[in-house]
């Protein structure tokens, strides 16, 4: 698990690097995280850097390999991977936001939707005025062309004892290079973003309970994994291990079976 250096590929401009974001918007070049980078096996949960592992392929969830091991003099061992770029090509930096957070505000309103009705009872369900901030935009276009609300609109604002999930939208991290350093490695992204989604996992864990298509009332007391990135996803983590090669082996579907049982039937006429 030594560190390692990549010799520059066909894609590496050379420093200075640009952004993931201005990568994106070029249409001649494909940005993604790294082949290592997706190996990582990323809890919502614990202390950087212990809280980490590393898979030893795409699809080895229950074949791990420690992100950092101590030693007995007191340092440490980084697994390789945490020199290695993150990205390909590499990036000079990186926006990293939840995907959960981005949509929660439209996944509560929609949740909370049936609840109303008229007359409506102020304790369970109350409407208000929002700021010109946080106002959403019409569903349809005025006859002026605009796509502003009428100021007199009232929104729903609480319900079930749950306030509206204002400006959770836009929540951002920049990830740059560590000092000294000309691309975003893979540790200096992980070693940020953790505890940035540490700070957020309540709010993380609350849109979860309005999510769509399947809404998680029991959010709090489930396991959940990071997916990759940058605008993760935060996944249940007995769904994210299996998806990725581990854990028990997913029960046949009994129009599979019944198939599979034909077909042996016939091969022993």
Not at 188 to 193: I, L, Q
Request: net charge negative.
């Amino acid at each position: 698990m030594a560190t390692s250096s990549q010799p520059a590929g066909p894609l590496d401009e050379g420093p200075p690097y640009r952004s993931f974001e201005e990568l994106r918007g070029d249409p001649t070049v494909a940005v993604v995280f790294t082949a290592a980078a997706k190996r990582l096996f990323w809890p919502l949960d614990g202390v950087f850097p212990t809280a980490l592992s590393v898979m030893k392929t795409l699809r080895s969830a229950d074949d791990l390999e420690p992100y950092f091991q101590q030693t007995l003099g007191g340092g440490g061992i980084w697994h390789e991977i945490a020199q290695l770029p993150l990205t390909e090509p590499k990036v000079s930096s990186v926006e990293a936001s939840v995907y959960d957070l981005e949509q929660w505000e439209f996944n509560w309103v929609a949740w909370h939707t049936h609840h109303e009705g008229e007359p409506a009872n102020p304790e369970y369900v109350t409407y208000g005025d929002l700021s010109d901030e946080d106002r959403p935009y019409a569903k349809e276009p005025k006859e002026d062309g605009s796509w502003e609300e009428d100021s007199d609109t009232e929104f729903l604002v609480r319900c079930c004892g749950q306030d509206r999930p204002l400006r959770k939208r836009g929540q951002k991290l920049v990830v740059t290079p560590a000092a000294g350093g000309h691309f975003v490695t893979t540790h200096d992204y992980v070693s940020a973003v953790h505890p940035w989604l540490m700070g957020l996992r309540p709010e993380i864990l609350l849109a979860k309970t309005v999510a769509q298509p399947e809404p998680q009332p029991g959010s709090a007391g489930m396991a959940w994994m990071v997916d990759q990135g940058p605008e993760h996803k935060v996944e249940a983590k007995q769904s994210w291990i299996q998806a990725h090669g581990g854990g028990p082996p997913r029960p046949i579907p009994a129009s599979t079976a019944a198939i599979l049982a034909r077909i042996r039937a016939s091969r022993n006429r």
